[in-house]
């Protein structure tokens, strides 16, 4: 259903803003349950990645500096 895509989705990226990773993943992954030929879902799935490589970055960069 694509009202059920979309609101898994929209959930899936304020997840991400909120740097809930995990729960955005789950929210992006049932997006693709329903349709798993989405380009969207799929490139919301690789944009967290992007996100989680980054938050993990600044907060290494964070606890390194405030040594």
């Not at 694509?2 to 049932?30: C, N, P, R």
Request: glycine share 2%; proline share 1%.
């Amino acid at each position: 259903d694509k009202e059920q895509f979309q609101s898994s989705l929209s959930k899936g990226y304020a997840l991400m803003k909120e740097e809930k990773f995990d729960e955005a993943e789950v929210a992006f992954q049932k997006s693709l349950e329903i349709d798993p030929q989405s380009k969207a879902g799929q490139q919301a799935i690789e944009e967290l990645e992007v996100q989680r490589r980054t938050s993990l970055t600044k907060s290494l960069k964070y606890k390194t500096s405030s040594n």
